[in-house]
């Protein structure tokens, strides 16, 4: 029988997602409050100006500030607030004036009360310890009572990086997705250059700070034509990353497949993940450098689809204890280990004895080490995402699957840990519940084997089937975003699973997040 016999809202669902991952093959990302700000700033003259001002002031909070609580709000309250001083001090005619200084006032309280705050600790974001300085510098110049900097973040990181840039010096590929920081320094920096497609570092403000006023001068540089692009997307605001193709590709592609959803695989898509990965691996998108998360999942993926793919570039990220997402790495991410162990595991499974032996020794070693860093709840925590939801399910479902008998026990404990964490009303999540928290619960409970929890499962089924607003941003970049297509298929994923084990058909209702 083939898929298309096999028809269903869910296969239907699966379908349009992977055509809309084919229609926009630099991804689908939500527009980022960070990088928005930072288009105000850099690039008054692109299209979509007044569009990217009026988004900032409209996701401005009651308490006056923006983002997420727990510290996420720094970031894009910082740019946000920089944004509009730079507007008012161009003096742009066509806003209003008494609105941008009521929204940069209220800011301004926010930020002081936070900075001023002693032992204030902030989420592991990229970058962060020098995007803060950066917009607190900025800042400064124009107003008079100055920010301070945190303690644990200075300005000679700041300095280092602009003397090498001026000095034309080439510099960390990574660095490249916040060029911005690099100030002046950054506009036209003789040892960077735009990738074909005209992006420079994967993200709008590290483009913009490059270009500089070249963009201005010259309407048909590739640069601003990828800006202006990328602009379009939303209307004005644009979004934290963008290409992320291999990313998305990879990680819905997981998602579908490890909860056996059915859907018809476009050849190219398949093709594309193969290509994608080289000696070092694979990079989530034209102008990042290879990570061995984006590796692992695509190595995951080719292998569940039945194309396993010698996973041998994750060596280069392997150190005495762990693997790193980049070499250098400064910290840790259980979720990067989880999905290396994916990786190796499925790839031995469908190898048998032709895989390398280093494979099974290095799974055994992942396993321990994601056990080791189990909280005494039964989680897991990230540094790549807001939701520990998201740690455990990457945690949970890799040591099910490969992390042996001795794995069993800790796998136990993150189900218990969803089970006790479950909302009144069926749903999953940090700061509330979420569609994308409750799929990961879901996907916990049904896919670790224990099929005894029906009850918990009915309620998150019930909740999925409700109509839900878009969000909230949980992925970390310099701020967070949500990756839609993404999310979208992780609800899918767990819809099917808990329709499948509840013997309930799936509903025609909302499959989206």
């Known amino acids: 029988m083939s898929i298309h016999e096999l028809a269903s809202p869910t296969t239907d669902g699966a379908g349009e997602l992977l055509q809309g991952l084919m229609a926009r093959p630099w991804g ?5 409050i960070y990088e928005t700000g930072r288009l105000v700033t850099l690039t008054p003259w692109l299209l979509g100006h007044a569009e990217r001002v009026e988004f900032l002031l409209a996701s401005q909070g009651a308490d006056g500030a923006w983002g997420a609580p727990d510290g996420y709000g720094l970031v894009p309250t910082l740019s946000a607030t920089e944004a509009i001083l730079a507007v008012l001090h161009r003096g742009d005619a066509y806003l209003d004036r008494a609105v941008l200084e009521e929204s940069v006032t209220r800011a301004l309280g926010v930020l002081s009360r936070w900075l001023n705050e002693p032992g204030t600790s902030y989420p592991d974001m990229p970058a962060i310890e020098l995007i803060v ?52 320094a950054a506009s036209g920096a003789p040892a960077v250059h735009a990738t074909p497609i005209g992006t420079v570092g994967a993200s709008p403000a590290a483009t913009a700070a490059w270009l500089g006023d070249r963009g201005l001068l010259d309407a048909a540089h590739p640069a601003r034509r990828h800006l202006e692009a990328v602009a379009r997307r939303h209307g004005g605001p644009v979004p934290v990353g963008m290409p992320i193709t291999i990313f998305e590709r990879g990680w819905v592609l997981s998602w579908l497949t490890r909860a056996g959803v059915p859907f018809d695989v476009p050849p190219e898509m398949v093709a594309d993940l193969r290509a994608a990965i080289g000696p070092a691996g694979a990079s989530a998108g034209v102008g990042l450098p290879a990570d061995a998360d984006t590796t692992a999942v695509a190595l995951y993926t080719l292998a569940a689809l039945g194309e396993p793919y010698d996973p041998a570039s994750l060596c280069g990220y392997e150190t005495d204890t762990h693997f790193c997402t980049w070499p250098g790495e400064q910290g840790f991410s259980v979720s990067v280990n989880a999905h290396v162990l994916d990786a190796f595991g499925l790839y031995v499974l ?21 056990r080791d860093h189990q909280r005494p709840d039964g989680s897991w925590t990230d540094r790549w995402h807001a939701s520990p939801y998201y740690a455990t399910v990457s945690c949970a479902l890799a040591l099910d699957d490969f992390g042996g008998e001795s794995s069993a026990p800790a796998v136990q404990r993150a189900v218990q840990w969803v089970l006790d964490t479950q909302r009144p009303d069926g749903s999953w999540g940090r700061w509330s519940g979420t569609p994308e928290e409750t799929a990961y619960a879901i996907q916990i409970l049904l896919l670790s084997g224990d099929s005894r929890h029906a009850d918990a499962v009915s309620g998150g089924y019930a909740y999925l089937e409700e109509d839900a607003p878009d969000g909230p941003a949980l992925w970390h970049d310099k701020d967070l975003y949500l990756p839609f297509a993404i999310v979208r298929a992780a609800v899918l ?11 309930t058909p799936p509903t025609q209702g909302q499959i989206w997040v």
């Open 28 to 32: 689908q990302s939500s527009p980022s």
């Open 350 to 370: 469908r190898r048998g004895e032709a895989a390398p032996d280093y494979y099974r020794t290095a799974r055994q070693k992942l396993a321990t080490l994601l």
């Open 133 to 184: 300085p950066y917009l607190i510098s900025l800042i400064n110049e124009r107003v008079t009572t100055p920010l301070p900097i945190p303690e644990e973040m200075s300005s000679q990181a700041l300095a280092a990086i602009r003397a090498r840039l001026a000095s034309g010096v080439d510099v960390p590929e990574k660095l490249l997705h916040a060029l911005e920081v690099g100030g002046d």
């Open 493 to 503: 994923a767990a819809r099917h699973l808990a329709a499948r084990f509840l013997g």
